[in-house]
């Protein structure tokens, strides 16, 4: 079984411009989870995705936003690029009605701000 | 507010000897404990949860409600123990998990 696929592994991008994350689920997985991962700071809850609708949003700012595609994939965009949005950035996907007991990581994608 | 602190930032110990890695929490709430580990250059995976009560790879974790506490033990420690551990919690209805900073285990030969 695939597990969940995150692209591109490293990106780098400068101040002020925009960046593009992208996630695919398990096979039969409708929730999609985006945590970030910053130095010192630990894993933080970003944004919860289901059935297409955001259902949570961590304390980020607007500029963190994204969606969930009708196959159940997901983007999360970062707006207005900052030095302290570099960071790892992981997407988790669980099947919704598991009472989310686990959710599976991707491998992540490395997110450099010059 | 839901909080995981992990209290050791590294733990240092040798092959055999017993380990354990400290979790205490902060919920007001029945919450969901796990334990996630991060084997070196490998993904993030659940270790265990302490629903399901039981033991993976050697690993107990009980879930103290008087201590708010869910501290992670193995009595013989093994090299390829050595990882990033981080302690979660899942608060009822939020579909988030909260995570602490984690803890790097090192075992030595």
């Known amino acids: 079984e695939a597990g969940v696929t995150q692209s591109p592994t490293h990106l780098i991008k400068t101040r002020g411009q925009q960046a593009t994350l992208r996630c695919s689920p398990i096979s039969g997985h409708t929730s999609v989870y985006w945590y970030q991962q910053a130095l010192g700071l630990g894993l933080q809850f970003l944004l919860w995705?289901?059935?297409?609708?955001e259902r949570n949003r961590g304390n980020f700012p607007p500029r963190f936003s994204g969606r969930q595609f009708p196959n159940y994939s997901s983007e999360l965009n970062v707006n207005a690029l900052e030095l302290e949005d570099s960071a790892l950035y992981l997407c988790?996907?669980?099947?919704w009605g598991s009472g989310g007991y686990e959710q599976y990581f991707g491998p992540g994608t490395r997110l450099t701000v010059t | 507010a839901q909080r995981v602190t992990q209290p050791e930032k590294l733990l240092s110990v040798f092959k055999g000897a017993p380990v354990e890695l400290k979790c205490n929490y902060s919920y007001s709430g029945s919450p969901e404990l796990f334990w996630y580990v991060q084997y070196s250059r490998q993904r993030l995976q659940l270790l265990l949860r302490h629903i399901s009560r039981e033991s993976i790879k050697g690993f107990t974790a009980d879930l103290n409600k008087g201590e708010t506490s869910f501290h992670l033990k193995k009595p013989f420690a093994q090299e390829e123990d050595s990882a990033m551990y981080y302690c979660a919690l899942l608060g009822g209805g939020s579909e988030k998990l909260v995570f602490g900073k984690g803890t790097k285990l090192t075992v030595n030969p």
């Open positions: 995705y289901d059935e297409g609708e």
């Open positions: 988790a996907s669980s099947l």
